[in-house]
């Protein structure tokens, strides 16, 4: 198996990187060249970390970096698209992947918000689309959710679940509704814990400790946004609010005001706490 994935951020070089530990020749595209070189330096710091020396080495040999969409996906028998939670560009994205890959290969999106079947349109309904949830960080969430649209095979389903599987991941099927199921409930937990600070119920680092401690979450929800990208995280509520209308998925406030201020999480070194700068 040959895997292409779409996107050089956070999520597409964790992607990446589980698959070349598992020993499957992979490409991975950005636009950016410059994204693919920091892609690359952080994909050669994990496998370093995580493989044995006579392994980390021919990993990271099977890491084809390129800006070429088209070439890469041209002989891939797995795509995963990976690109940031904007619907224009997603549809852009899926559309140039299935007009270049062979016809039998999974097409997975890993959207953790946005329709599967609205995504497919994309593709001409293809029943080789299917949604393939991935969690930050890539290389420790064992979590993979197979999200099955309404075009979407069985045939395919199997298949996505084989790839994730083979990735070292543990994966769920889930029919495609807003949300999924983890997005569907964490979205309204971190909501809810940022309204909270914005109220002055207590500090960040207090809710955090009462959901590791009162619920033996292994982070808390302030944690896990600021571990996540509030950018990102902005916008998977505004598309779960577009998409259901219920109102506590409504976007908080001050999630809004930390994303216009530059404090995106981990990442900027700001959001809810404050960071030590670490290596892109």
């Known amino acids: 198996m040959t895997v292409a994935v779409i996107g050089g951020g956070t999520m597409g070089r964790g992607i990446a990187g589980v698959a070349l530990a598992a020993g499957l020749p992979t490409a991975l595209v950005d636009v950016d060249a410059a994204a693919l070189e920091r892609a690359r330096a952080a994909i050669e710091r994990r496998l370093t970390r995580d493989l044995d020396a006579p392994l980390a080495a021919p990993a990271l040999r ?53 329709s599967v079947t609205r995504l497919a349109g994309a593709c001409r309904d293809s029943p080789r689309v299917v949604g393939m949830h991935f969690f930050n960080p890539v290389h420790r969430m064992a979590l993979v959710e197979v999200v099955a649209g309404r075009a979407t095979s069985e045939a395919t389903v199997t298949d996505a679940v084989e790839l994730a599987a083979a990735l070292g991941k543990d994966p769920i099927v889930v029919r495609d509704q807003p949300g999924f199921v983890t997005s569907r409930l964490g979205l309204l937990l971190g909501n809810e814990a940022m309204r909270m600070v914005d109220e002055g119920v207590a500090s960040a680092a207090d809710i955090d400790k009462a959901m590791r401690l009162g619920y033996r979450h292994p982070m808390g929800p302030l944690e896990l946004a600021d571990l996540v990208g509030l950018d990102a995280r902005l916008n998977n509520v505004r598309n779960m609010y577009e998409l259901s209308g219920a109102e506590p998925y409504r976007p908080p406030a001050i999630l809004e005001r930390l994303v216009a201020e530059g404090r995106l999480g981990k990442k900027s070194g700001a959001g809810f706490y404050t960071y030590d700068a670490e290596p892109a």
Not at 84 to 95: G, R
Not at 101 to 114: F, G, V, Y
């Open 62 to 114: 099977a890491l084809t970096l390129t800006t070429d969409l088209e070439a890469a996906v041209g002989g891939a028998t797995a795509v995963v698209e990976a690109v940031p939670e904007v619907l224009e560009l997603k549809l852009d994205v899926l559309a140039r992947v299935a007009a270049a890959a062979p016809p039998e290969a999974l097409l997975a999106t890993n959207t953790s918000t946005m």
